[in-house]
T-cell receptor
Framework: DAGVTQSPTHLIKTRGQQVTLRCSPK?????VSWYQQALGQGPQFIFQ???????QRGNFPDRFSGHQFPNYSSELNVNALLLGDSALYLC??????????????FGPGTRLTVL | GQQLNQSPQSMFIQEGEDVSMNCTSS?????WLWYKQDPGEGPVLLIA?????ELTSNGRLTAQFGITRKDSFLNISASIPSDVGIYFC??????????FGKGTRLSVIA
C-alpha cells in the first residue's frame, strides 16, 4: 500500500521564477492538503483540494495556486518566487474532505530553496 | 488569527526519564492533535483528542485535552532513543484548517 509520495525531493530556484510541486495521495484517499513548513516552524496550512476543487485556503497570497486531478493527485504552483518561499512543502492526504485532515497522512515533503 | 504556543522549545533528557510538554491556544479548540516528525519525514499522528478533559494513551504516550479547551499536554514515559524528534501540537475548531505549534525538539541521551 503506497503512502503519500511527493516530487521532487529537493528543488533550487531563483527569485521571480515559478515552481510546480507534485503529490500522489495514499491509496484510497481523495483529499489533498498542502502545508508550508519554514525552518524551525510548524506546518502552515496553504489549501485543501477535494473533488478537484479548492475547499479551504489558509493565509497565503494568490501566487500560491493548486490543482487536483481526477486520479486525486495534486500540484502546488508558486509564481514569482520570493526568498521567503524557501521552505519544506508538505502534502497530506485523507478521505472525505473537511475535517478528515484529523487522520491525514503526510508525505516526506519537497525542500524548496529560493536564491 | 489563532496562535499556538508550544513549550518547551527543546529538551535534553536521559534515557528512561519521563517527558512532559504542553501547548496553549489564544482561542478555544474542539480538536487537539499531537504529531511527531523525524528528520526528512513528514509529521506522523500520535494521538487525537476531541473532548475537554479527555485523556488518551498510545503506548508510552499520554495526551490530555485541557478542560479550558485552550490547552493540551503530552507525556512520554520511560523515554528511549527512538523518541528523538520534533513533537508538534495542532488544533482546530469546527471545520477550520489545523493550526500547528512551533514544535518541541526532544533529544535523548543514552
Amino acid at each position: 500500500d503506497a503512502g503519500v509520495t511527493q516530487s521532487p525531493t529537493h528543488l533550487i530556484k531563483t527569485r521571480g521564477q515559478q515552481v510546480t510541486l507534485r503529490c500522489s495521495p495514499k491509496s484510497g484517499h481523495d483529499t489533498v492538503s498542502w502545508y508550508q513548513q519554514a525552518l524551525g516552524q510548524g506546518p502552515q496550512f496553504i489549501f485543501q483540494y477535494y473533488e478537484e476543487e479548492e475547499r479551504q485556503r489558509g493565509n497565503f497570497p494568490d501566487r500560491f495556486s493548486g490543482h487536483q486531478f481526477p486520479n486525486y493527485s495534486s500540484e502546488l504552483n508558486v509564481n514569482a518566487l520570493l526568498l521567503g518561499d524557501s521552505a519544506l512543502y508538505l502534502c497530506a492526504s485523507s478521505l472525505g474532505g473537511g475535517a478528515s485532515t484529523d487522520t491525514q497522512y503526510f508525505g516526506p515533503g519537497t525542500r524548496l530553496t529560493v536564491l | 488569527g489563532q496562535q499556538l504556543n508550544q513549550s518547551p522549545q527543546s529538551m535534553f533528557i536521559q534515557e528512561g526519564e519521563d517527558v512532559s510538554m504542553n501547548c496553549t491556544s489564544s482561542s478555544i479548540f474542539n480538536t487537539w492533535l499531537w504529531y511527531k516528525q523525524d528528520p526528512g519525514e513528514g509529521p506522523v499522528l500520535l494521538i487525537a483528542l476531541y473532548k475537554a478533559g479527555e485523556l488518551t494513551s498510545n503506548g508510552r504516550l499520554t495526551a490530555q485535552f485541557g478542560i479550558t479547551r485552550k490547552d493540551s499536554f503530552l507525556n512520554i514515559s520511560a523515554s528511549i532513543p527512538s523518541d528523538v524528534g520534533i513533537y508538534f501540537c495542532a488544533g482546530r475548531t469546527g471545520n477550520t484548517p489545523l493550526v500547528f505549534g512551533k514544535g518541541t525538539r526532544l533529544s535523548v541521551i543514552a
